[in-house]
């Protein structure tokens, strides 16, 4: 009888932004299944107790920690090196760097939205055509890039996040066709609203009030719940998707203003 492989252990993977949230989920995650995973921030500050903790925690795969300004190619391609020095190779690459700030259109300024387009756009371009190009020589490989719901609809205020985001939605796509032959698959997870550092900040919405997973009448994830389906993206188990884009968003909606209840907290 067939049995699902989610495996991933004797892997490398790249995983950007994860000093913390969703993206630090996902470097645990993979990590605990076996897999060598690089990981990167701005601060080595942030990431190296990071790196670190997942060594302590899962017993399994090992991290390095790069310091890393996924805007910067020359500093991506350092980023590369260094994993292929210290694991032989990249089978994984996780776009999840990212960032935003609210403003009404008319009032972001060009730099404002020249750095939202770097960080979230260019940022995904950098790091694909350069750890692409070493899965492309070798076995081939997976991406799995970070979009987000911002992307798939109107977000208020967010009009320089969602046309970065709503971009790489496409180019996705377009790599998943393009790099098909090379033994390279490309899909896009693309999250709700989900319970990190920055949503506890923004919204006030701390880990210890958060609903559990079994709670389907939510709308408001746990990282973990996105580290899982970038899991299942990576694994052999999703060897016929490629150029996909899965929703995590929970309960739809229903108009503008979240409340504490429509969250799935209590009031």
Not at 63 to 72: G, I, N, S, T, Y
Not at 187 to 216: F, I, K, W
Not at 237 to 266: C, Q, R, W
């Amino acid at each position: 009888m067939h049995e699902p492989d989610f495996g991933v252990a004797g892997k490398t993977a790249i995983v950007t932004g994860a000093s913390r949230g969703i993206g630090r989920s996902i470097a645990g995650t993979l990590a605990a299944g076996g897999a060598n995973v690089t990981i990167c921030s701005r601060s080595m500050d942030r990431i190296g107790p990071v790196a670190e903790a997942i060594d302590t925690e899962t017993g399994a795969g090992s991290a390095l920690a790069v310091e890393c300004d996924v805007r910067d190619r020359e500093a991506v391609e350092a980023l590369v090196d260094e994993t292929v020095d210290a694991f032989g190779d990249v089978d994984i690459l996780v776009n999840n760097a990212g960032g935003e700030f609210v403003a009404p259109f008319e009032d972001i300024s060009q730099n404002g939205w020249e750095t939202i387009l770097d960080l979230n756009l260019t940022s995904v371009v950098h790091c694909s055509q350069l750890a692409g190009a070493v899965m492309r020589e070798s076995d081939g490989g997976v991406i799995v890039n970070l979009s987000s719901v911002n992307g798939q609809h109107a977000a208020p205020g967010e009009s320089h996040y969602g046309a970065a985001k709503a971009a790489i939605i496409r180019l996705t796509e377009t790599l998943a066709a393009e790099w098909a032959g090379d033994g390279v698959r490309v899909n896009c997870v693309a999250p709700g609203l989900v319970q990190t550092p920055g949503v506890a900040e923004t919204l006030g919405v701390q880990s210890d009030d958060m609903p559990a997973r079994e709670e389907t009448d939510r709308r408001i994830g746990h990282a973990e719940e996105i580290a899982d389906i970038v899991q299942f993206l990576v694994s052999p188990a999703a060897s016929f998707v490629t150029g996909e884009t899965i929703t995590a968003k929970g309960v739809p909606p229903v108009g503008n203003v979240m409340s504490p209840e429509e969250l799935g907290l209590d009031s």
